[in-house]
């Protein structure tokens, strides 16, 4: 027991000593996922504050000149909620063809009989046609929005107007944003971008350690160490080990970089954001030893892998919120570990999630790790034992 | 008083897959005595000494090192090998201490003894100097010395190497064969791999020849080498620098269909029905400005073994558990 207690030891040891020899290639460990998660929140950073938020680019046209439907333009026009612009039937199709802005808004010929609109009235509608460029789907839906608003408002004007004048025309009720997170200490991009490079980066450098483990088995060094008196339970834990000390380590220096630099804060429980950390470096030495088990050759296992973590991470909302998914791509993604992980992160970061909160999600990720690691180890023994018998 | 036995391997058969590697193969290694397998690729020399290191399982036959069977308690048994495989196994990131500190872990040193065996095997492989510097950085030759420094680092009573000298120059091969000796005289048992003949007669106490999985021959090298009234005469030759590939051909030219010309690396092999051929093909290599380190002209049988194994009946080493 003791002696492979000893070589678990010797094994991480000497694998922490390879790490840092080559400082560069150490260094660059920790730079990549920093830039990364720099690069990403300084893209996606969005201002909180409500009273600033971002006009949507719109064009209007105006294909019926008359007086209601000059109005209604105006008041998109002078607006807060878009930043409209009026411009030809010809122009608005260039530029929302170019994505100059992608979207526009065309009032039709007859449009104008809506000044004389009676509630009731079963009269032709005019249709007010939504141009968008196909990448710009979303805006159009907002942009429709705040038309439909912007000529009720209007049609409201003309018909109530008469009876209690411009003043009593604002809307009855008031509208509040309110951000619904307990202990909120101040949301910013860079905390959803540090844990989810982090993260991604972690696998990466899971596989890294699988991709190294699977050259050493092709080397004399593995036959070398096979011949020690060790079993190979120990030496998989060993190289587990320090998997999981640099991965942790990494964890570590990104956040501490985030902090420092962006003000990423951990608002919930630190301990929870601990025990996280352990847990998804777990998972990365668990992933390196599953490529290292069922990767066959080193260019196979690193191709598949590089899919398999780009696809997780876009799944599990490592790069965007995955409420930008399907809904079915977000049941999916309930799935994966990375899922948990992030919503883990999420949580003990800027949600103020406590230490119960974070439980649930450690758990998913330790979970995870275990069957990645029971895999690998029970494939890699059997392989061995078959090597061993002159079978492989 | 005979000697004690170090390695038994007995009756042993490999097969990888359906395809047999081994045939039955008993062999013997006392301490204080360096054994060579000989044999050409794909004789099992390899898969043999794969055998005795624990890293392959034999379907039939025993497998005993200082009297404890493989099959019984493996964690022992692999305290009495020292394994140098045939590329050197260490980590060049690391300095030459810490690859020795790091196997030495794995043999359940530690502490001021695994300092002490560290600093004995570096003295013992004239390395002690060397031991901050960088493994990537040292030359081949010296990787070697530092490859069997490894193995000695748990002080295995024997000691299995896979073609030692294949990557090395003559003077670091000598140097080589001058540490297995010392090892050797300080009781060490020791195997090796090598289809090199003249490594195998000079550097050797026994030989065992194996071909397509079998032992054919083995016995003391004076007793394989003596010439056969039947043989071919045969010179192996050192060169002094190693010579083009269309020099080479030329010279097969120039000696003609009767002169056999072999040249691996630096060295040279020549072979004629007779001793007056032989010289004449010597003559000539000679007048044509190749330089000669040296030259010998021992084998007989045991170039009869290796090259026309054929004709030779498998011969079983007797197996002795003394």
Redo the contacts between chains.
């Keep these: 027991m003791r002696?492979q207690l000893?070589?678990i030891?010797?094994?991480a040891?000497?694998d922490w000593?390879?790490f840092f020899?080559?400082k560069r290639a150490a260094l660059l460990c920790f730079v990549v996922p920093i830039a990364l998660a720099s690069a990403f929140g300084l893209i996606f950073a969005r201002p909180t504050d409500r009273t600033n938020a971002v006009q949507l680019p719109l064009l209007v046209v105006l294909d019926d000149a008359g007086p209601f439907t000059r109005a209604v333009a105006e008041d998109l026009v002078n607006g807060a909620r878009v930043d409209a612009e009026i411009v030809t039937a010809d122009e608005a199709r260039r530029r929302v063809n170019d994505r100059q802005p992608g979207i526009a808004v065309v009032f039709p010929a007859g449009f104008e009989t809506l000044a004389s609109w009676k509630p009731g009235a079963a009269a032709d509608k005019p249709t007010v046609r939504v141009l968008y460029n196909p990448l710009c789907h979303g805006e159009s839906l907002w942009a429709e929005g705040v038309v439909s608003e912007t000529v009720m408002r209007r049609l409201a004007k003309a018909h109530l107007a008469p009876f209690v004048g411009d003043a009593g025309l604002s809307l009855p009720f008031a509208v509040a944003g309110v951000e619904a997170v307990d202990g909120h200490h101040g949301f910013n991009a860079y905390s959803h971008s540090f844990s989810g490079m982090t993260l991604q980066y972690l696998l990466f450098w899971g596989m890294e350690s699988g991709l190294l483990l699977l050259r050493d088995r092709q080397?004399?060094?593995w036959?070398?160490?096979?011949?020690?008196?060790?079993s190979l339970s120990s030496i998989l834990l060993g190289k587990a080990l320090s998997t999981a000390a640099i991965a942790f380590l990494q964890v570590l220096v990104t956040f501490a970089f985030g902090h420092l630099a962006f003000g990423v804060t951990v608002t919930g429980s630190f301990v929870g954001f601990l025990l996280l950390a352990v847990s998804v470096s777990a998972l990365a030495a668990a992933t390196g030893l599953l490529v290292a088990a069922v990767g066959g050759t080193e260019a196979r296992a690193r191709s598949v892998s590089i899919l398999l973590i780009l696809g997780v991470s876009m799944l599990g909302g490592l790069w965007l919120p995955s409420f930008v998914l399907p809904g079915w791509a977000r049941d999916l993604a309930l799935s994966l570990p990375t899922t948990w992980a992030m919503r883990g992160f999420d949580g003990v970061t800027w949600q103020g999630g406590g230490l119960w909160d974070s439980l649930t999600s450690t758990a998913a990720v330790v979970g995870f790790a275990a069957l990645f690691l029971a895999v690998a180890v029970a494939r890699l023994i059997t392989s061995e034992a078959r090597r061993?018998?002159?079978?492989a | 008083m005979p000697r004690s036995l170090a390695l038994l391997l007995n009756d042993v058969s490999v097969r990888y897959g359906s395809t047999p590697a081994l045939d039955a193969v008993s062999v013997e290694v006392r301490r204080g005595e360096i054994v060579g397998l000989l044999g050409p690729n794909g004789s099992g020399k390899s898969t043999t000494l794969a055998v005795a290191a624990g890293l392959l399982e034999p379907f039939a036959g025993t497998v005993t090192a200082c009297g404890t069977r493989r099959a019984d308690d493996p964690t022992a048994y692999a305290m009495h090998i020292g394994l140098v495989p045939q590329e050197p196994a260490l980590y060049d990131e690391l300095t030459a201490e810490s690859n020795l500190t790091y196997f030495g872990r794995l043999y359940g040193l530690s502490g001021y003894d695994l300092r002490c065996r560290v600093g004995t095997v570096l003295e013992r492989v004239r390395m002690d100097d060397r031991a901050g510097q960088r493994v990537g950085t040292l030359s081949g030759g010296l990787k070697q010395r530092l490859n069997l420094a490894c193995a000695l680092l748990h002080d295995p009573p024997l000691l299995l190497l896979d073609e030692p000298t294949a990557a090395l120059d003559p003077a670091s091969r000598d140097a080589l064969f001058a540490d297995l000796h010392r090892l050797r005289d300080a009781g060490h048992a020791v195997l090796l791999t090598t289809h090199h003949l003249d490594e195998a007669e000079t550097g050797c106490d026994r030989i065992v020849v194996l071909d397509r999985g079998k032992v054919i021959a083995s016995g003391k090298p004076s007793d394989l080498v003596r010439t056969s009234p039947t043989g071919r005469a045969v010179l192996y030759g050192q060169l002094r620098e190693r010579l083009p590939l269309f020099f080479t051909r030329g010279l097969r030219k120039r000696l003609g269909p009767d002169v056999e010309v072999e040249v691996t690396g630096r060295r040279l092999r020549l072979a004629a029905d007779t001793q007056e051929q032989l010289g004449h093909a010597l003559a000539l290599v000679l007048t044509d400005g190749i330089a000669l380190d040296s030259y010998r002209t021992p084998p007989g049988r045991l170039e009869t073994l290796l090259r026309h194994p054929a004709a030779v009946e498998p011969r079983r080493e007797p197996c002795d558990a003394s």
């Design positions: 002696r000893n070589a030891l010797a094994v040891g000497k000593q390879l020899a080559d080397r004399s060094l036959l070398r160490t096979r011949a020690a008196p060790v061993r018998r002159g079978l």
